[in-house]
């Protein structure tokens, strides 16, 4: 391709521009947590493309803590384990309670995602049985909490973050440790495990916009591993 073509081609569709050959896209956190820059930009419209499917078997719903709280983001799974919360806590289930019918299947796009994302961070051999599907509105937050309802601690937590930027916190493993922010966007991922794994993390309200991907809202997808192996 000529120099001329290549920069009308980058002008029209508004590309990226090309990562240095070898430059690094990871960004540590902490021990074994890592923010991966544009890991899943590339697979996003495949991700996204799989949601109404997966909505038309375990819609959006909102969940209630333990406590009696409406949680503000929109929640769904996929997988063969989901994550929910009631008045009688949170845990993983194999069956939507919403209709009793399991979880829709985790559409291989969402596997290898997630093993790749894991192994890119230095954690080989990931095996997801559980992906937590997040709708953010403008104006919805997540406090900070641990991922502590999985079996197996050995291995890491990947989240996906798609559409609208957040603001996420990573803090340390004591709630009141002050937690870093990080400025998350269209197609960043983030994985963290082994001494980071009980790290509390959260999001930060989301601002209003528009995202040509997801419209008005931040997608986020949490592969977990529930399950003892
Ligand atoms: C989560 O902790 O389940 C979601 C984190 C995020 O939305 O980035
Ligand atoms: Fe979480």
Redesign the pocket.
């Known amino acids: 391709m000529t120099p001329v073509l290549h920069g009308v081609t980058a002008g029209l569709f508004d590309e990226l521009p090309e990562p240095d050959a070898g430059a690094d896209i990871r960004l540590a956190l902490g021990p074994g947590a890592r923010v991966l820059r544009g890991l899943a930009r590339a697979d996003a419209p495949a991700l996204l493309v799989a949601l109404p499917a997966l909505l038309a078997a375990s819609p959006w719903r909102h969940l209630v803590t333990p406590g009696g709280q409406r949680m503000s ?1 929109a929640m769904t799974n996929c997988g063969p384990l989901g994550w929910v919360s009631d008045r009688r806590g949170y845990r993983y289930t194999a069956l939507d309670p919403l209709h009793g019918a399991p979880w829709p299947a985790m559409p291989a796009v969402f596997i290898a995602l997630a093993e790749r994302a894991a192994a890119t961070a230095g954690f080989n051999g990931f095996a997801p049985d559980a992906c ?1 599907i ?1 709708r ?1 509105a403008p104006g919805t937050r ?1 406090s900070l ?1 641990q ?1 502590r309802d999985e079996q197996d601690m050995r291995q890491p ?1 990947v ?1 996906v ?1 798609l559409g609208l930027p ?1 603001v ?1 916190l990573f803090g340390g493993l004591a709630r009141s440790d002050k937690p870093q922010r990080v400025a ?1 966007q269209h197609g960043d991922v ?1 994985v963290w495990g082994g001494a980071s794994r009980l790290a509390f ?3 930060m309200p989301v601002a209003d916009g528009a995202h040509p991907a997801t419209g008005d809202c ?1 997608i ?1 997808l ?1 592969f977990r591993r529930a399950a003892a192996e």
Do not use: E, K, M, P
Request: a neutral charge; glycine letters at 4%.
């Open positions: 983001v937590l997040n953010y997540l909490h991922d937590i989240s973050s957040a996420f998350l983030v993390h959260g999001v931040r986020n949490t």
